[in-house]
């Protein structure tokens, strides 16, 4: 079973990361009993589950983003209004 990173677990809610343990619990066993047939599916509903907190991370680094071009923006601008 691959885990997600700790970035995107961090963002998934009460919820989904209950879900995610016992889907992770789940397939761990499946691993244990050499039942990769079915580890596949596991895997699969784990990447499903985990899509929304990957675009919460994206969105988080799209207002970094956001704010560090706001940032020097603005320091170019003093900048200016110093000479």
């Known amino acids: ?5 700790v970035q995107v677990r961090s963002l998934l809610t009460r919820d989904e990361l209950d879900r995610y343990n016992a889907l992770m619990e789940v397939g761990g066993y499946l ?6 047939d079915l580890v596949y599916t596991v895997q699969k509903e784990i990447d499903i589950l985990i899509l929304p907190a990957i675009e919460r991370l994206k969105e988080k680094s799209r ?9 020097l923006e603005s320091l170019k601008n ?3 209004e110093e000479e």
């Not at 691993?31 to 990769?36: A, S």
């Open 63 to 71: 207002d970094r983003d956001r704010a560090t071009a706001e940032f």
């Open 78 to 80: 003093q900048e200016q």
């Open 31 to 36: 691993e244990d009993q050499n039942r990769y």
């Open 1 to 5: 079973m691959r885990h997600c990173s």
